[in-house]
């Protein structure tokens, strides 16, 4: 945000500064105020430009040269403006002199060299204009950063092409598969976009056909009870469900009645992207301690979750980590080329630095492998799309 302060900001002081100077107040000449508003009109489109290159990450040095030109300029012009309102606010003028005594506005303006200062500087202002037209920088589109939500939902979409996810679900089936009659969880913890829900989908389509009732719900930072209760209810019994619809169950009634569904029953439930403890406590009372073998997968950003979840003797915890750069690697090329290694050797090091961003999370390498699949295999556009994808660090919908 430094460009923004630096930059558009100076420009905010300036035009405010020139606005002033054609108002009531001063009531310039003709000549002096067509000026004026020529210095107000051209730096009203310099502000413009200089927005959309502030939200640029990395900008072409004919960007920057114009970009640094246009500040100092922007910082000339308002020195000059200051000198020119100072000496009306002092000596040079008595109260009213402004409204009475314009040719004394004239003089003024003529003898401390505010006409020659402002002749130099509409030059410039004329050149930086005519710079801008000649690079024709109002038609450079900047790609803009890459905004992932590692939230995408993953429950109803079979993933394909999956990379590393071998290993992880074959743990997670191990627990959830032990011969043991108590209930059991698994809760699945890491951060934004590292594949918890893929994992735990992957895992419900596995096993989920060995047990007698089955649903998949998703929470999400909102809890809206009902509706979920209602959402794994439709799952578990359909002609419930319909009952439920036609009676109008509140809470209280359909927590009863999953219950008592589930009490005699084997039963698996994914819950999906818990935010709260308290959550996690509402949800777990519609599901019976029974000894039939069922089991709850869960997933959540937060270890403090996670460990809520598990609080019972045999509940695991499987805690997500990143890709490594090989199998980084094999995904992003897999989506794009499908194929594990087949890169072009033109785009291997812009390959590699957009994979560096993506950090080893698949939400972010299979989000920019899919909108590199939609271009050509052009260097300079990958790279337009490397300059303007954030590092996955420092995005703030990774933050818990």
């Not at 409204?99 to 020659?116: D, F, S």
């Not at 979409?157 to 959830?176: C, F, R, S």
């Not at 818990?274 to 937060?302: M, Y």
Request: hydrophobic share 40%; aromatic share 6%.
């Amino acid at each position: 945000m430094a460009g923004v302060g630096a930059g558009t900001g100076a420009m905010n002081s300036l035009l405010g500064k020139l606005a002033a100077l054609l108002g009531d107040q001063y009531r310039l000449l003709k000549r002096i105020r067509k000026e004026v508003e020529f210095l107000q009109r051209e730096i009203r489109r310099m502000q413009a430009l200089l927005k959309t290159l502030a939200d640029m990450h990395k900008l072409e040095e004919l960007e920057k040269d114009w970009k640094c030109n246009v500040r100092e300029l922007t910082y000339d012009i308002e020195d000059c403006i200051d000198r020119f309102m100072d000496r009306l606010g002092k000596g040079d003028a008595r109260p009213g002199f402004v409204r009475k005594t314009v040719r004394r506005l004239k003089n003024l303006w003529e003898r401390h060299g505010i006409a020659t200062k402002i002749k130099d500087l509409k030059a410039r202002v004329i050149e930086e204009s005519q710079r801008r037209d000649r690079y024709k920088l109002d038609n450079y589109n900047p790609a803009r950063p890459v905004e992932i939500d590692p939230r995408l939902p993953a429950l109803y979409e079979e993933a394909k092409g999956l990379v590393a996810i071998d290993g992880p679900m074959k743990q997670v089936i191990t627990w959830l598969m032990e011969e043991k009659l108590e209930p059991k969880v698994v809760a699945i913890v890491g951060g934004g976009g590292l594949g918890k829900t893929t994992l735990a989908m992957e895992v419900y389509r596995k096993i989920g056909e060995d047990f007698q009732c089955r649903a998949s719900v998703s929470v999400s930072r909102r809890l809206d009870l009902e509706k979920l209760l209602k959402d794994i209810l439709s799952q578990i019994d359909e002609d419930e469900f319909s009952k439920c619809q036609l009676e109008g169950w509140e809470k209280e009634k359909l927590i009863r009645q999953m219950s008592t569904i589930l009490k005699g029953k084997r039963y698996f439930i994914v819950i999906d992207d818990i935010w709260k403890e308290q959550d996690w406590k509402f949800i777990k009372a519609a599901f019976p301690h029974n000894h039939n073998g069922s089991r709850i997968v869960a997933t959540t950003l937060i270890t403090k979750i996670a460990n809520s979840c598990c609080s019972n003797p045999g509940d695991q915890i499987y805690q997500m980590a990143p890709l490594n750069d090989v199998d980084s690697r094999k995904l992003f090329f897999k989506r794009i080329f499908h194929s594990d290694n087949s890169c072009p050797p033109h785009l291997e090091k812009v390959s590699a630095r957009i994979l560096k961003k993506c950090g080893g999370l698949p939400l972010a390498i299979i989000t920019i492998a899919s909108l590199l699949a939609n271009k050509p295999q052009d260097i300079d556009k990958w790279e337009r799309v490397q300059i303007a994808l954030v590092s996955i660090f420092h995005m703030k919908m990774m933050i818990v």
